[in-house]
């Protein structure tokens, strides 16, 4: 998995990745990047419990043949070779406690062999499942390269700085083996001012990133040729049509800063943005006329209309999708409160990038802090500032569409 930092740099697991999700993506990956030692911990384990309960139970109390459980728990983890290895410590385990139990006289040696015939067979069968996983590890890992190879050719990241607009971004896909997630976000200076979009694909997976690439492909042509943002709205809409699956939607907020002090918002179904004041204060951005999402115009008469907000060199404006929003807590099960506890948390970003960036990492700390490090949906947070005229750092860069990457 991937996060961005605001600077365009990737994001250290230690930067905000939940333990639990750090685990499972261990797991995804067959546990590879643990060392031998810890992959057969379990198996080691199994046979030194099965060791001292034989011990502890004393002379009278055969337990050695539980050894059996050894070659199942180590298919788990270990590579064949390692599987025969380590079964073969526990079948030396299985014949010293034969001999601590006396279970070595011709009376008694048919329990050895049965034991020992047991044992022999699972670990053959044990061996040929952890072939089998391997097979499947690799298949996946393939088909994950890919996947990650079409998100990388089809889109590029922007820069922190976009005209006048310092931007930063946390990203997380809910499925922790996904290279790909349904938010997406662009930024483009444009001879019409510098637009923003965020939006939100129905669905995952490559169908996702398939819409995901129509509308940035549109949104990149259309807000260098339109100077309306309805105008841009309805070419994303016109190439959906054509290239989208019927039924297919994307959910949207547009953004166009042309002027100082104000910004230009339209609205298609998606999370209202939520201003942030550098005293702490903030407040979601109301709209008269909200629309229906990208792909769904046909179904109703008219037009989007844009809505105008004041917006200062003091302010943030922060961004998101449903899975920050719909977030649920850990107690209680509430939705994640963003509107009441943004403010305090991002007020300082107006500063410098380092400011923003820090901002953006309290707020998705806070984010999991409250569902228990766990998310439910792809959740991005996308937090924005137009700094004064001499503020530093204020670099005329032309930033690309970018589809956040898990």
């Known amino acids: 998995m991937h996060l961005r930092r605001g600077d365009g740099g990737p994001v250290d697991e230690a930067d905000g990745v939940p333990p639990s999700r750090q ?10 990047d643990l060392s031998l030692l810890r992959r057969a911990g379990p198996a080691l384990s199994a046979i030194a419990l099965v060791g001292v309960a034989d011990y502890l139970s004393g002379h009278d109390r055969y337990l050695a043949p539980l050894m059996v459980v050894v070659p199942s728990v180590a298919a788990l983890t270990l590579r064949p070779r390692e599987l025969l290895a380590v079964c073969f410590l526990g079948l030396m385990a299985l014949l010293g406690l034969s001999h601590f139990d006396q279970v070595i006289d011709f009376g008694d040696s048919r ?6 015939v047991s044992y022999v067979a699972v670990t053959a069968f044990s061996a040929w499942v952890a072939e089998l996983r391997m097979r499947r590890v690799a298949a996946f890992a393939a088909v994950s390269s890919v996947a990650e190879a079409a998100q990388r050719a089809l889109l590029r990241q922007p820069e922190p ?10 990203y997380v896909s809910a499925a922790d083996a996904a290279r790909i997630g349904g938010d997406l976000y662009s930024v483009l200076d444009t001879p019409y001012g510098t637009r923003v979009l965020v939006g939100d694909v129905r669905g995952k997976g490559l169908g996702a ?4 690439a129509v509308v940035l492909g549109a949104f990149r042509d259309a807000a260098y040729d339109e100077e309306q943002l309805p105008a841009v709205a309805g070419r994303i809409e016109a190439s959906m049509h054509r290239h989208v699956p019927e039924g297919e939607f994307t959910t949207a907020v547009f953004a166009a800063f042309r002027e100082p002090g104000s910004v230009d918002l339209l609205h298609l179904g998606h999370v209202p943005p939520l201003r942030v004041h550098a005293d702490g204060s903030s407040e979601v951005v109301e709209f008269a006329e909200p629309w229906v999402p990208l792909g769904l115009g046909h179904l109703v008469a ?3 209309r844009t809505t ?31 509107a009441e506890r943004a403010g ?6 107006w500063r410098s990038l380092a400011d923003l960036d820090a901002a953006v990492a309290r707020l998705y700390a806070d984010l999991l802090a409250h569902t228990g490090g766990e998310l439910g949906d792809d959740a991005l947070l996308l937090l924005v500032t137009r700094p004064g005229p001499d503020a530093p750092g204020r670099t005329g860069r032309t930033g690309e569409p970018y589809l956040a990457s898990p």
């Not at 700085?161 to 946390?170: C, D, K, Q």
């Not at 907000?309 to 963003?338: H, K, S």
Request: glycine share 14%.
């Open 23 to 32: 685990r499972n993506a261990l797991l995804a990956a067959d546990l590879q």
């Open 209 to 212: 990133v398939q819409t995901a």
């Open 308 to 338: 105008t907000v004041p917006f200062g060199p003091r302010d943030v404006l922060v961004l998101c999708t449903d899975g920050v929003i719909e977030a649920r807590g850990v107690r209680g099960g509430g939705f994640y409160p963003l």
């Open 161 to 170: 700085v976009v005209g006048p607009l310092r931007l930063a971004v946390r």
């Open 111 to 116: 329990f050895l062999y049965g034991a020992m």
């Open 302 to 304: 008219g037009r989007p």
């Open 344 to 349: 305090p948390l991002v007020r300082e970003g």
